[in-house]
């Protein structure tokens, strides 16, 4: 609602004009009146009202005094002015101080309504106007603070909110909403909705009403905190952030997490707590369950820049080759926190969660796969750049490994066919000569006896069986449609000699070569 200040020396004027017109339904609620230009512009001065309704005709100072005085004090007030007076003179001298319209008594309601809608319109476009301005000048400003420029403080543009106040101390707060992510669907409101429900936020939690000074860094807010913000925490600081966060994480329903630096004593010092704050956002995977970070709790705290363990990071590459879903678990498990426990960077953290996705990707490429096909690849690989918690690191990497743990397990099993394809294929073209399952073996670069197991399991029987069945089935054939000799078919089908044909030929067929040629003949 806009503010609205009545003036005009007769009473029943005034509040007739309050009675007759609807000003809640036009966007206004009446705060004052004056019977004087004199009265009514010590009230604009104090009380600063959006809108001035005033008479012309008024004593000790007129509406074109008042009008003329409120824009050399540049009283930032707009002004309407109601009269009996059909003067050309007095309207030109209104609208030349800047008022917004002249309007003849007796007053039509409908149309005066028209007239305050038509001045709301331009309020509010000053108010989004202000709003842009004193954006700009607190983002130029505290950049210039937090780069250590400490004569901007001296620009006579720069006026703290809460100017006047006993302010001791200041901390420089960053504010990170988190899990905002491409993969998991979430959109973060615009930018102008972002600002709004921190500035109410911070008037809810501190119990003021002082515009919070705001700052945007990259997927972070700054916040510069005076400790009268925690006045009614007992000048508790953390407690008082601890408050704002809960209240901004319930707004936006995602994960919501302040780091704040040491409190300065003036704001030449600010850019001391800024750094203490953006130290402190690094200790942030150190630290996963509290919602605020003050610079106090890193105290005594080193961040290691280090690599992973070779033997760590081989038996999580063996858990996945092998995918074994429970091993996994538990390596990844061991991985993060092996992590935690020697106190990683995010840098560190970055490097050694890429070695491992790496490695798997080199396990998948070894067997001509296309890692591509992961769904979950672009999370694992691209997590680091964005605003995340450890728990949705450990669970987008979670997913990734055991993806990728399938992947190897069916393209483990598609090789094994392909290669016991190949094995079969040779044998089937091969079999005339003198070969064995440990030549075999050794040509394919295999076990034998591992060869023999995946021969049975894939084809129904053993290699051994597979083959003789194959020299007798052309063996058979040669019978029917030659007149080759016993010895000379033997030699052609891979038996060296005669006689052991014949007995692997009767075992099989439950006939000798002989009687198999003559049954044939004698049909």
Known sequence: MFTALIVDDELFVRKGLIKMIDWERSGYVVTGEADNGEDALAMIREHKPDLVVTDIRMPVIDGIGLIRAAVLEKLDTEFIIVSGYNEF??????????????????????????????????????????????????????????????????????????????????????????????????????????????????????????EPVLYEHHQTYGLLVPDLYARSFGGDVSAFLTELAGLIRTAFSCPFRIYAGPGVPSLKDIKHSYLGAKEVQQHKYLMPVQS?????????????????????????????EENDPEMLAEQINHLFQFMQEKSFSPEAMKAAVTQCVLGILKSIQTLEGDEKELIYLEAAVGWYDRNITLGEITRIFTLFAHEAAGLLGQLSQN??????QKIKCYVDQHYHESITLKEIAARFYMNSAYLGQLFKKTYGSYFNEYLQQLRITEAKRLLRQSDLRIY?????????????????????EQMTPTEYRNRIISR
């Open 89 to 210: 003179e007095y309207a030109r001298q209104a609208l030349r101080y800047g008022a917004f319209d002249y309007v003849l008594k007796p007053i039509d309601q409908e149309d005066f309504e028209k007239t305050l809608g038509k001045l709301k319109e331009r309020l509010e476009e000053k108010e989004r106007h202000k709003a842009r301005t004193r954006v700009g000048l607190d983002q130029s400003l505290v950049e210039a603070l937090i780069r250590g420029e400490e004569d901007v403080l001296d620009d006579p543009a720069w006026k703290t909110p809460w100017e006047g106040e006993a302010v001791l101390t200041f901390t420089y707060a960053l504010l990170e909403w988190n899990d905002v992510l491409p993969w998991n669907g979430h959109v973060l409101p615009a930018k102008d909705t972002l600002r709004k429900a921190i500035r109410e936020a911070v008037h809810t939690a501190s119990g003021t009403v002082f």
């Open 488 to 508: 000379e078919i033997a030699q052609k089908i891979g038996f060296s000699n005669a006689d052991y044909f014949v007995t692997q030929f009767e075992k099989l």
């Open 415 to 420: 090789q094994c066919k392909g290669g016991i």
């Open 292 to 320: 605020v970070i003050a610079y106090e709790d890193i105290s005594g705290r080193t961040l290691n820049y280090r690599h992973l363990e070779d033997e760590m990071y081989r038996k999580l590459i063996d858990a996945v």
